[in-house]
C-alpha cells in the first residue's frame, strides 16, 4: 500500500501545478488518495484474475475481485481511470516515483560496491495489426513482424525497476544513451553508475561516447569480432568454474587489456577485458569487456559474474512477467504517421548494394578487356615465332637442297627437326595458354552476368520501393502505463516471495506460487475491522507447513487492506487422508 501511494502524491503535485480551468476537465483530479489507491490496485491486479485489459471486467461476475480491491470497480470506472491518468500525462513521473522506491526496497545498500550497477535488455511484442508498423524479428520463432520493443532495466536480483517503449526497429546499441538519461532523470544520476548489457550494444563510437561522460559498462564480445592475438593479459591464468568440488575445471579467467577500432571512424578504444577460457569447447575465449579498471590484482571474476548475471537476473525476470503479469498483452493502438524510415533506410541499403554492384560489374569488365588483350597479344606473338620457325625452315630448306656433302645434309635434317619440335612445342604452350585465358575470361563473363542480375534485381526493389507509403507508430502512453503497472504485479510478487515464504520457495515462478497458493480454495470472513482469509488444508503436510508459516508471517506483518481494514490468514486443518 505505501508503493501505490506513489500514484496520489504524483497526482496531488501536478494538481497544485494546474489551474482550475484545466483541474475540471478530468474527474481524477476529485478523486480522493484511497480511490486513486484503490483503482491503481484494480488495474494492477487485472492479470491475477486472467483478466487482461480493463474491458475484460464486463464478462466477470465474481465476488473475488471487489473484494481484493475493496470496492465495486467495473469497466467504465477502471477504463475512465486510465484516460484520465494518460491525459494528465502522469504515467512518466509515476513510473520516475516507483523506480525511486524500488532502489529504497532492494538497492539502497551503501555498503553494497554494485548497488549502482543495472541490466539493460530489450523484450519485443509482437503486433498482429496490417498497418505498416516498424518490425522486429521475434526471437522465439524467427519471423519478423511489427512489434514494440520495450528498454528495461532490472536489477541484479532480478526486480524490473524502469520500462522505456520503442518501435520495433530502434537497437538497443542505439538506444542505450537515451535509456539511461530516462532511468537516471527517473531515480537520480547519481544513483546509476554502471549499466550491464548482452552483445547487442558493442560498438566503440558508443563505448567512448559513454567513457567520455564518465558511464561504466560491461558486455561482451561475439566471437568475429577478436583473434586470439589481440588481447594482452595482464596476469596469470585463474581457476573460475567447476561444475562440483569434485568434478574437472570447465573454465579458467585471467585479467587482459584488448584494443578496439570503431569500422566507420577508425577511433580506437583500449578495454578492460575478463578473459574466459572455456576448457569444455577447447579452450575457447570469452571476452567480457568493461570501462572499469582491469589490472593484474583486479577481481576479474567478480567482474565475469556480474555480466552472466544478466541471464539469471533479467532473462528470468522476463519470464516471470510473462506468467505474473501478462507481459505479451499490448495496450493502446492509437497510432501516430512517421516519415517513412523504414523504407528509407530500405531505398539507401538497395542504392548501396547497387552501386557496390556497379563497381564489381566495372571490374568484370575490366578483366574481361584484360583478358581479350592478353589474347590478342598472345596470338600476336605466336604468329610472329611461327613466322620466325618458317623463315628458319625455308633457309635450311634451301640450303638442304644445294648441299651436296653428306655430313652437312645430316646436319641441316637436323636442325629442320628441331624446327618442327618447336614448332609442335611453340602450337602445344600456345594452345595451353589460349585455354587458360579463355577459361579465366568465361569465368569472368559469368561473374558478369551474376552481377548484372544481381543489380537488376535490386534496381527492381528498388523500383518497386515506395517511400511514399506512410509507416505509423503506436503512441506509447497507454502502453508505458499498463507497463508501469506490470512492473509494479511483478515486483509485488517478488517482495511476497521474499518475505512471505520460506527460503525453499526463493527461485518459485509465479506459477508456482499461484498453483500451490495463491489460487488456493478457501473461506473469506469478513468482520468489522479486519478481514480473515481461510485457505483449505492441504493433504501435503511440508505444503502445510509452509502455508501456515507463510500465513504467520503476513499476520506478523500487519497488512492493512484498501478499505482500511487488517487482512488475517489461516490455514485450515488438513483433509482426512483417508477421504
Not at 138 to 150: E, F, M, N, Q, V
Not at 230 to 235: A, P, R, V
Not at 327 to 332: C, I, S, T, V, Y
Not at 477 to 485: A, G, H, I, R
Request: net charge positive; aromatic share 8%; hydrophobic share 40%.
Amino acid at each position: 500500500m505505501e508503493v501505490l501511494g506513489c500514484l496520489p502524491a504524483v497526482i496531488a503535485q501536478l494538481r497544485a501545478a494546474m489551474t482550475v480551468d484545466e483541474i475540471s476537465h478530468h474527474r481524477i483530479w476529485h478523486s480522493s488518495p484511497a480511490t486513486i489507491v484503490a483503482k491503481t490496485l484494480a488495474l494492477t491486479l487485472l492479470p491475477v484474475f486472467d483478466l487482461v485489459r480493463p474491458h475484460d471486467l464486463i464478462h466477470y461476475h465474481e465476488d473475488g475481485f471487489p473484494k481484493v480491491v475493496g470496492r465495486p470497480c467495473g469497466y467504465s470506472s477502471l477504463a475512465h481511470f486510465v484516460s484520465d491518468l494518460i491525459a494528465i500525462e502522469v504515467h512518466e513521473e509515476w513510473q520516475a516515483a516507483l523506480a525511486r522506491r524500488y532502489l529504497e526496497l532492494w538497492y539502497d545498500d551503501p555498503t553494497d560496491p554494485d548497488c549502482k550497477c543495472f541490466y539493460a535488455d530489450a523484450f519485443i511484442k509482437p503486433i498482429w495489426s496490417r498497418i505498416n508498423l516498424p518490425t522486429a524479428r521475434i526471437s522465439r520463432d524467427g519471423r519478423i513482424l511489427p512489434a514494440t520493443k520495450h528498454l528495461f532495466i532490472h536489477g541484479r536480483r532480478g526486480h524490473p525497476l524502469f520500462a522505456l517503449p520503442r518501435p520495433g526497429d530502434a537497437h538497443l546499441g542505439q538506444e542505450l544513451m537515451r535509456l539511461w538519461d530516462a532511468f537516471a532523470a527517473a531515480v537520480g544520476p547519481s544513483r546509476v553508475d554502471t549499466l550491464i548489457a548482452d552483445r547487442e550494444i558493442v560498438g566503440v563510437d558508443l563505448f567512448i561516447a559513454l567513457d567520455g561522460e564518465g558511464r561504466r559498462f560491461i558486455t561482451s564480445l561475439r566471437s568475429n569480432q577478436y583473434d586470439a592475438g589481440d588481447f594482452t593479459l595482464l596476469g596469470k591464468w585463474q581457476d573460475y568454474r567447476q561444475d562440483a568440488e569434485d568434478e574437472p575445471l570447465i573454465s579458467q579467467i585471467a585479467p587482459a587489456r584488448i584494443e578496439l577500432r570503431a569500422a566507420k571512424s577508425g577511433q580506437r578504444m583500449s578495454l578492460g577485458t575478463a578473459l574466459i577460457k572455456d576448457l569444455r569447447r577447447n579452450g575457447k575465449l570469452v571476452p567480457i569487456i568493461t570501462n572499469r579498471e582491469v589490472e593484474e590484482r583486479t577481481d576479474v571474476a567478480h567482474i565475469a559474474d556480474l555480466y552472466q548475471g544478466h541471464w539469471n537476473a533479467q532473462e528470468r525476470s522476463f519470464r516471470e512477467m510473462i506468467a505474473c503479469a501478462n507481459l505479451r498483452a499490448n495496450h493502446g493502438y492509437r497510432k501516430r504517421q512517421v516519415p517513412n524510415r523504414v523504407a528509407q533506410r530500405r531505398w539507401e541499403k538497395i542504392e548501396t548494394r547497387i552501386k557496390a554492384q556497379e563497381r564489381q560489374i566495372a571490374t568484370a569488365e575490366r578483366r574481361l578487356a584484360e583478358q581479350d588483350a592478353r589474347l590478342r597479344k598472345a596470338q600476336a606473338r605466336h604468329e610472329q615465332r611461327l613466322q620466325e620457325l618458317a623463315e628458319k625452315e625455308a633457309r635450311w630448306s634451301s640450303q638442304f637442297d644445294a648441299e651436296k656433302r653428306p655430313p652437312m645434309r645430316e646436319k641441316l635434317v637436323a636442325r629442320l627437326g628441331r624446327v618442327e619440335a618447336e614448332r609442335r612445342e611453340r602450337e602445344a604452350k600456345h594452345k595451353a595458354k589460349l585455354k587458360d585465358i579463355r577459361k579465366t575470361e568465361q569465368s569472368w563473363q559469368k561473374r558478369r552476368q551474376q552481377l548484372v542480375k544481381a543489380r537488376d534485381k535490386f534496381q527492381q526493389a528498388l523500383d518497386a520501393l515506395n517511400l511514399d507509403r506512410p509507416l505509423y507508430e503506436i503512441v506509447y502512453d497507454q502502453e508505458s502505463l499498463m507497463t508501469t503497472v506490470k512492473i509494479l504485479l511483478t515486483n509485488a510478487h517478488l517482495y511476497a516471495r521474499e518475505h512471505y515464504f520460506s527460503p525453499d520457495y526463493a527461485s518459485a515462478y509465479p506459477s508456482t506460487l499461484d498453483e500451490l497458493f495463491y489460487q488456493r480454495s478457501g473461506w473469506v470472513v469478513e468482520y468489522t475491522d479486519w478481514i480473515e482469509v481461510i485457505l483449505k488444508g492441504y493433504r501435503d503436510s511440508a505444503l502445510q507447513s509452509q502455508a501456515q508459516a507463510a500465513c504467520q508471517r503476513v499476520n506478523e506483518r500487519r497488512v492493512i487492506m484498501p478499505d482500511g481494514r487488517s487482512l488475517r490468514m489461516r490455514v485450515s486443518n488438513p483433509p482426512d487422508s483417508n477421504f
